[in-house]
């Protein structure tokens, strides 16, 4: 969906260096999801944000792996010290919130494609 | 066992035919959603049900919730088409989406 961008599109990284995937949600929706799609995998839920709060974080990996989505700007997701497992598309998308017991749909962005080196 | 199963893996056909993709979960859900995900990677939401079935163009989206399968069909196949069709369940009172592995369709002209 047009609407959900992230940037950049294609990013390169060596091993051990920082990736940061940005993502800017629809205008008017406040949550966030980050997913992520190995190679020849299917997609993995990572986590779930709104407005400076993370609501779900259980799919994250423990260790190099950070989410935010502050008050003004993007959400970011934010890798540190990168090995060649990372290498996946990495797809946000957002959601409006109409009340806790609706679900919401999600419309995703473009995706990242990171590759490590 | 996956949360959530598509079959088949992949399905190839001529343009016009039928085509049946199916999803069965394991876990009680909220809604279910079909995604179709184009050759270039970029993934568009094209149903979200929790019941009946819902239709949108040549595609329609049924969901049977007492047997925990969904399928989705294409009538009048087309080539444009082609691209990885994925069912994906929001967890009964969670908001993330659990994701089948989805279905690779070639429709060949």
């Known amino acids: 969906n047009a609407g959900v961008m992230q940037n950049p599109r294609h990013l390169v990284r060596r091993r051990g260096q920082e990736a940061r995937l940005r993502c800017s949600p629809m205008?008017?929706?406040?949550?966030v999801y980050w997913y992520r799609q190995l190679p020849e995998e299917g997609l993995k839920f990572m986590v779930y944000?709104?407005?400076?709060?993370?609501?779900?974080e259980s799919g994250m990996p423990k260790e190099r792996f950070s989410a935010e989505f502050p008050k003004e700007g993007p959400s970011i997701l934010r890798i540190q010290q990168v090995v060649r497992g990372d290498s996946a598309a990495y797809f946000c998308?957002?959601?409006?919130?109409?009340?806790?017991?609706?679900?919401?749909?999600?419309?995703f962005g473009p995706g990242t494609r990171l590759t490590v080196l | 066992k996956n949360e959530v199963e598509q079959s088949p893996q992949n399905l190839t056909a001529q343009e016009g035919e039928f085509i049946t993709i199916n999803c069965s979960y394991s876990?009680?859900?909220?809604?279910l959603h079909w995604l179709q995900q184009h050759p270039g990677g970029g993934i568009v939401s094209l149903f979200m049900?929790?019941?009946g079935k819902k239709k949108h163009g040549r595609l329609i989206a049924t969901i049977n919730i007492q047997e925990k399968h969904s399928s989705l069909h294409i009538t009048a196949s087309h080539p444009r088409d082609s691209a990885v069709y994925i069912c994906?369940?929001?967890?009964?009172?969670?908001?993330?989406?659990?994701f089948g592995q989805g279905t690779r369709l070639t429709i060949n002209p």
């Open positions: 944000l709104q407005k400076e709060n993370i609501i779900d």
């Open positions: 049900l929790s019941s």
């Open positions: 205008k008017g929706h406040s949550h």
């Open positions: 994906a369940v929001s967890i009964q009172g969670a908001q993330k989406l659990v």
């Open positions: 876990v009680g859900i909220s809604a």
């Open positions: 998308a957002s959601s409006s919130r109409r009340g806790a017991k609706h679900v919401n749909e999600q419309f």
